[in-house]
């Protein structure tokens, strides 16, 4: 406690990191206070049944990476996950198309002209999205809408605001990122979540308090151990990046003979990070997009795909984990190119042929790495499903895993070490000096 108060005071010590600090919390509550402005022409006292839907299921996700605007009606319902979701597109798209590729190689203005792009894509998905929001709040409060209204009427400006707010958002992320602490955008995805946590933890203690003749306090605190270990694993997640040694001779520059220095293949057991997360969640949004506005009389299959906690829906969403850890990774690491690099800088490894043998080798490597990988991160992504099986609240188990809690910790620390490195500038002592938190290589948020 003592080193974070002196690290508080060294903070505020140093002029450009203080108004970096102050600016990140002035756009954060810009941020928090738009989530609560209702859009104009709604009723918030008739928004119950909307908020009982986004309490539970595949909804409360939506609520949660919103802040709790989508529930509220307001003008931030949509968040920043239509930009996300383009952003994943345009990572996609700059893999498999040639033109793409090549914009990526001409540097700054590349990457501003597919920032652009990317841009126009969010719009897109904000002109699709939010009007099928405005429908969903249309079935689930009709007397939502002020009177004197139609939702004919009231269906454009609202879509244009929706697609504003988002936008807005957007620029204040990159606000952040430019003029603040860390990576904006997923500063404000991790406000967003970390918003429902006192909330929710205040509602679990209360629930096992009610039952502590039946060992409530007993669960709750093996709730807390639990939840301790999966941060750890998180942290091993997000942080941890394991290398493949594999000793090769590396031809010394101006002598005959070989060098006998360890090296290492950049294969990382976690090299897909939490993206088969991200796409296996947005493949299961869609079973929600096609029947949210349909009637209640859904089947067992239907349910059971729109319930988080059920046993298809995560042992779809584990398969869908695994699948895209392989492709995610066959489509980021190319082992020919890097047998072709070992090759061009007079590497190579003992007992394998340079060239076509040293690819095949590496891929074989990768497929043995790919599988525990993924399977760890799948089980983290099911741990709040695993966790309602102790009958923790909805709520409260969505802290025990899955994207929301790896973006919490990948966040946290991305910003504990943009903050060191001011510090460190200036020469001061940091939180991150200890090692035991210090990046090694970590990966990045999301």
Known sequence: MKKFIETLKNCWKIEDLRMRLL??????????????????GINPANLEKLQQQTAGGLMSLLDMFSGGA????????????????????????????PSF???????????????????YLTVAILLF?????????KMQSPGALASGLSWSEFMVPATIILAAGSMFILWLGERITDKGVGNGISLIIMIGIIARLPQS?????????????GGGLIMFIAEILIL????????????????????????????????GARQYIPLKLFAANVMPIIFAQALMFIPLAIVQYSSDNLGWFTRSLLDNRSLLYNVVYVMLIVAFTYFYT????????????????NGFIPGV??????????????????????????????????AGLLNVQQGFAQFFGGTSLLILVGVVIDTLQQIESHLMMRHYDGLLNSGRTRPQHGLSAY
Request: proline letters at 5%; a positive charge; hydrophobic letters at 50%.
């Open 70 to 97: 989508f529930s509220n009606a307001s003008i931030f319902a949509l968040g920043i996950m239509p930009y996300i979701s383009a952003s994943i597109v345009m990572q996609l798209v700059a893999i498999a198309v």
């Open 353 to 386: 042929r340079p060239g076509k043998d040293t690819a095949n080798y590496i891929e074989e490597i990768m497929s043995r790495l790919t599988l525990p990988g993924s399977l760890f991160i799948a089980f983290i992504a099911i741990m709040p499903a695993l």
């Open 101 to 119: 590729q090549k914009m990526q190689r001409e540097g700054e203005s590349g990457r501003k002209k597919i920032m652009q792009y990317t841009r």
């Open 228 to 259: 301790y270990a999966v941060i750890c694993a998180a942290i091993l997640l997000v942080q941890g990046t394991r290398k493949v040694p594999v000793q090769y001779a590396k031809k010394l520059v101006g002598n005959t003979q070989y060098g």
């Open 330 to 345: 066959a489509i980021t690491l190319n082992p020919t190119q890097m047998a072709e690099d070992m090759k061009r800088n």
């Open 23 to 40: 600016i990140t919390i002035l756009f954060v509550a810009i941020y928090r206070f738009g989530s609560f402005v209702v859009l104009p």
């Open 129 to 137: 999205q939010a009007p099928s929001y405005l429908m969903n709040l």
């Open 201 to 213: 933890f205040f509602q679990e203690i209360s629930s096992r308090l009610t039952a502590i003749t």
